[in-house]
């Protein structure tokens, strides 16, 4: 099992930017594609960003697109998310994710081990 932890969510205004890091240990991270996902209040959980094992191979959610970047650092077993020109409907807690094998990068079934979240707040 891979373990995760996810850092750098905060309070951010509209328009501002933050970058989100989940660390992983226990697994050989190059093996793992890594992915990012969100819930806010009341809602379910999304895919927002998804990054393979051959770095140059990047998904993202619709709602994000143009916005948010997804990238790793095999040296460290980093994974990133870049968020810019953030909007209220962003605030969420967001969970990072591994994903072992195969199947849909979009759906979380996918993914085997998960972070705790960090907490992103937009305000107007």
């Known amino acids: 099992q891979m373990q995760l932890g996810e850092s750098g969510g905060g309070l951010v205004q509209a328009g501002g930017s933050l970058r989100l890091s989940c660390t992983a240990s226990?697994?050989?991270?190059?093996?793992?594609?890594m992915g990012w996902f969100r819930q806010a209040p009341g809602a379910e959980r999304e895919f927002v960003a998804a990054l393979g094992w051959d770095v140059t191979r990047q998904y993202y959610g619709d709602s994000v697109k143009g916005r948010f970047t997804i990238s790793r650092d095999h040296s460290t077993g980093t994974v990133f998310l870049q968020m810019n020109n953030l909007k209220l409907e962003d605030t969420a807690v967001y969970y990072c994710?591994?994903?072992?094998?195969?199947?849909?990068?979009?759906?979380?079934?996918?993914?085997?081990?998960w972070g705790q979240g960090t907490l992103v707040t937009v305000s107007a």
């Open positions: 994710a591994a994903r072992g094998g195969g199947g849909n990068v979009y759906s979380q079934s996918s993914y085997a081990d």
């Open positions: 226990g697994r050989t991270f190059r093996n793992y594609a």
